[in-house]
């Protein structure tokens, strides 16, 4: 079974501060990683992936994620958050799973950016 | 131009009456999904189909049908919706590949049970 753990269900920044958030997942084996942003009134959105390779991955808007296999963790970061970014992210994970492949969605962060 | 459609967006429905959701996609990707999404909750994958093989999660609901007559369309269909089952419901689709897959989704049609 595979499982996604966000850690962080609310968080509140004022404009120009950085933005850290918390993802760690579980799954025995190969997995492929995302993060989904949902503006208000929305639908989902890819923000970024990371399927091999580089375990820095650069997304739009200024987002960039680590994947730390070790940790089992795949942070989504941003240096500077803008107004604009008020929205809730989900991090999902997609492994193999009875021969399909499966996306888990882990429980989602609603970010606030006051200006 | 969008994508992936849902129609309606908002649904409204009494109790035990069948109701049926409908999702499109301009993408040709081989693959649909339908998720039900409760406040503050992650999104829960109900079935997809990978063409036309169907796939139905082992907690979902026998109330819970659905329908992909070809590749564009994707319907559900609640037999006897239950207040429990007011939610956002997505369509999202995705074309598989040998490194992993990549899912659009739709705006969601919101689904009130009275």
């Known amino acids: 079974a595979q499982s996604v753990s966000q850690h962080n269900h609310h968080v509140i920044l004022s404009e120009a501060a950085s933005l850290e958030l918390g993802c760690n997942y579980s799954?025995?084996?190969?997995?492929?990683l995302f993060w989904y942003v949902q503006y208000p009134g929305q639908h989902l959105q890819l923000l970024l992936k990371?399927?091999?390779?580089?375990?820095l991955v650069k997304g739009i808007k200024g987002f960039e994620a680590e994947f730390i296999k070790s940790k089992f963790s795949f942070n989504l970061r941003k240096p500077s958050v803008q107004w604009s970014d008020t929205a809730e992210y989900f991090c999902?994970?997609?492994?193999?799973?009875?021969?399909?492949?499966?996306?888990?969605f882990g429980i989602g962060t609603k970010l606030q950016v006051i200006p | 131009d969008a994508m992936v459609i849902q129609n309606p967006r908002y649904q409204v429905t009494q109790f035990g009456k069948p109701v049926t959701l409908s999702c499109s996609q301009t993408?040709?990707?081989?693959?649909m999904y339908w998720y039900q999404q409760k406040s503050s909750q992650a999104p829960k994958l109900l079935f997809h189909?990978?063409?036309?093989?169907?796939?139905n999660e082992a907690d979902t609901p026998d109330n819970f049908q659905s329908r992909r007559p070809n590749t564009s369309f994707c319907f559900l269909d609640i037999r006897s919706p239950g207040l429990g089952d007011a939610a956002m419901y997505l369509c999202?689709?995705?074309?598989?590949?040998?490194?992993?897959?990549?899912?659009?989704f739709g705006p969601g049609t919101r689904l009130l049970v009275l």
């Open positions: 999202a689709t995705s074309r598989v590949t040998s490194v992993g897959e990549t899912q659009y």
């Open positions: 799954y025995g084996g190969t997995v492929n």
């Open positions: 990371y399927f091999s390779g580089d375990p």
């Open positions: 999902a994970i997609e492994g193999r799973s009875g021969g399909y492949q499966k996306v888990t």
């Open positions: 993408l040709n990707h081989n693959v």
């Open positions: 189909y990978y063409d036309k093989d169907f796939n």
